[in-house]
């Protein structure tokens, strides 16, 4: 079975310093990947996902993220945060087997300083 | 258009009561997820929907949990006899054919 580790469970930065989300997954051939963002009270929103192709992906919210296979991770990036980034993110993994059932990371909560 | 919908947004309920919980998914979408988040806690994966298909319900903790959806449509998750460690975020989503998923705010679910 798949699985998803989020190494950080809380990351601080400032208000327009980069950001780098680390995710690592365990999976035999390439999966499917997916990024999700969560405001406190809400639900979880579509950042952005990887099917095939260009291992560089944009999504909304002016993230990025880049699959290494090699290193079996997708980690998110943003090059300048902004006070309302400050949030869950959550990665999640889903095997092109066909199971429809993706696995969740834990989260990394993001705290931005003024 | 319409997101994913569910209600209560809050529901308190005792110890040994049954509750119920619905999602209104997106129009047209053929999969339906339910999920459970524990406080500092990833998605715990609960049942899924497809289509006409048989739910597959691998994730359901125990048979007190269980879960319909009428019509392909609106879903009810039942909760019998509710204990403490239900307490929780549940969350439901839906998707146009599985893969992305589109998540409703959630029910948080207090048992006292």
């Known amino acids: 079975a798949q699985s998803v580790t989020q190494p950080d469970i809380h990351i601080t930065v400032s208000e327009g310093a980069s950001l780098e989300l680390r995710c690592n997954y365990s999976?035999?051939?390439?999966?499917?990947l997916f990024w999700y963002v969560q405001s406190p009270g809400q639900g979880l929103q579509l950042l952005l996902k990887?099917?095939?192709?260009?291992?560089l992906v944009q999504g909304i919210k002016g993230f990025e993220a880049e699959f290494k296979r090699s290193q079996s991770s997708f980690n998110l990036r943003k090059p300048s945060v902004h006070w309302s980034d400050a949030a869950e993110y959550f990665c999640?993994?889903?095997?092109?087997?066909?199971?429809?059932?993706?696995?969740f990371g834990r989260g990394t909560s993001l705290i931005v300083h003024p | 258009g319409a997101g994913v919908s569910q209600s209560p947004s809050n529901k308190v309920t005792e110890k040994g009561k049954d509750v119920e919980l619905r999602c209104d998914p997106i129009?047209?979408?053929?999969?339906l997820y339910w999920y459970r988040q524990s406080l500092g806690q990833g998605l715990e994966f609960l049942i899924y929907?497809?289509?006409?298909?048989?739910?597959?319900k691998s994730g359901l903790p125990s048979d007190r949990f269980s879960a319909e959806r009428t019509g392909g449509s609106v879903s009810t998750l039942t909760i019998q006899r509710t204990q403490q460690e239900d307490s929780a975020v549940y969350l439901c989503a839906s998707s146009p054919r599985g893969r992305e998923q589109y998540f409703g705010p959630g029910t948080r679910l207090t048992v006292t």
């Open positions: 929907f497809q289509g006409n298909s048989a739910p597959d």
């Open positions: 129009s047209g979408h053929t999969a």
């Open positions: 999640a993994v889903e095997t092109s087997g066909g199971s429809y059932i993706p696995t």
């Open positions: 999976y035999g051939a390439t999966p499917y």
């Open positions: 990887y099917f095939s192709g260009d291992t």
